[in-house]
């Protein structure tokens, strides 16, 4: 009988779950889609999408293609987008070369932007298929900080 009641519960609640989690997938709130506009004036192809704590778009923008975050209820939380090593301003390619890491290849290059930090490069490294890190430098070529990453 608790075996019977057991798997009614989880029926219902996988039930409740997915319903909850297909509403949130179709409806954008406005406040959202309206911090976005004023932020991104201009922005094309916005492709939004609904996560539990968060919104996310990927767009672009002034020829770059941008991811960002925001709250449902419109505060944006964080922006990236794509950028190459060869792009980064001298200052932080000193800054990595001058790092404990400098003999680590870098795999990726973002461009994070956030209320607190306006601009930040984030380089991501790999030695090897488990020591992967992502180094956070601002545009004077100091590391901000690191994180693992997988």
Known sequence: MRVIRFVYFLLVFTFFSLSLFSQQLTKIPQAAQDSFASKY??????????ELIYLTVNFEWEGDKIYAEYTSKGMWRLSRKNWSYEKLPATVTDGFKKSKYADWPVSEVKIVSTPKDPELYRLTIEKNDIDKKNLFYNSEGRLIRESITW
Do not use: D, I, R, Y
């Open 41 to 50: 004036p201009g922005a094309q192809n916005a492709k939004w999408e609904s």
